[in-house]
Nanobody, 129 residues
Framework: EVQLVESGGGLVEPGGSLRLSCVASGYLFASYCITWFRQTPGKEREGVATIDSDDNTSYGDSAKGRFTISRDNAKNTYYLQMNSLKPEDTATYYC???????????????????????WGQGTQVTVSS
């Protein structure tokens, strides 16, 4: 099983940027998806962006054009670069692994949180002036 640890959250003004990191340790399997989810109180977790083991990516509507998911294999780290942040981006952000899976990123993103078997502890992002 893989262990995931997020970092990089914080307070940022509207229009600003943040880069979240998710460090993976343990065995991830050869085929997997890593998805960034976010959650606000009283709401379900929302898939924001996904990257699969073939480097395919997929984005939720709220992230398209503003967020970029990437990875650094040497560091076993997955990133979520968030630009042009809005107050509605305020949430706790989690990275999660769906492994093993043969699904491509665009299909992984459509899966609900229950399909993911490893989760980080979350990092808070607050967008406010």
């Amino acid at each position: 099983e893989v262990q995931l640890v997020e970092s990089g959250g914080g307070l940022v003004e509207p229009g600003g940027s943040l880069r979240l990191s998710c460090v993976a340790s343990g065995y991830l399997f050869a085929s997997y998806c890593i998805t960034w989810f976010r959650q606000t109180p009283g709401k379900e977790r929302e898939g924001v962006a996904t990257i699969d083991s073939d480097d395919n990516t997929s984005y939720g509507d709220s992230a398209k054009g503003r967020f970029t998911i990437s990875r650094d294999n040497a560091k076993n780290t997955y990133y979520l670069q968030m630009n042009s942040l809005k107050p509605e981006d305020t949430a706790t952000y989690y990275c999660a692994a769906n492994a093993p899976t043969t699904l491509e990123a665009r299909h992984c993103l459509l899966q609900g949180p229950d399909e993911y078997n490893s989760w980080g502890q979350g990092t808070q992002v607050t967008v406010s002036s």
